[in-house]
Nanobody
């Protein structure tokens, strides 16, 4: 069992930055791929970024590539999402999730299927 708790959300002006953090419980954190997803009002939950268990591979949605950076610290059981050059369309509730199944390639990491553990979400609001 893994529990995930996100933090770091808030209100920021367009062009600003935020850093989200996700703290995980459990001794098997380092064996899970981790992902960040977001959901805006009235929209489906969508993939933002993911990182392999070792941190050696990262994946991003086209909409955030070059602006967001995902990282993890297995010693501290944390995964972070650094968000720069924020836009109003980045406004959403952001969730971190742990993928317990074996995964390879972008198509696998971006799919919601296989992410069995989810945090409660943290609100990010970007004003124009």
């Amino acid at each position: 069992q893994v529990q995930l708790v996100e933090s770091g959300g808030g209100l920021v002006q367009a062009g600003g930055s935020l850093r989200l953090s996700c703290a995980a419980s459990g001794r098997t954190f380092s064996s899970y791929a981790m992902g960040w997803f977001r959901q805006a009002p009235g929209k489906e939950r969508e993939f933002v970024a993911a990182i392999s268990w070792s941190g050696g591979s990262t994946y991003y949605a086209d909409s955030v590539k070059g602006r967001f950076t995902i990282s993890r610290d297995n010693a501290k059981n944390t995964v972070a999402l650094q968000m720069n050059s924020l836009k109003p369309e980045d406004t959403a509730v952001y969730y971190c999730a742990a993928k317990t199944d074996y995964c390879s390639g972008y198509g696998c990491y971006r799919a919601l299927v296989g992410y069995h553990y989810w945090g409660q979400g943290t609100q990010v609001t970007v004003s124009s």
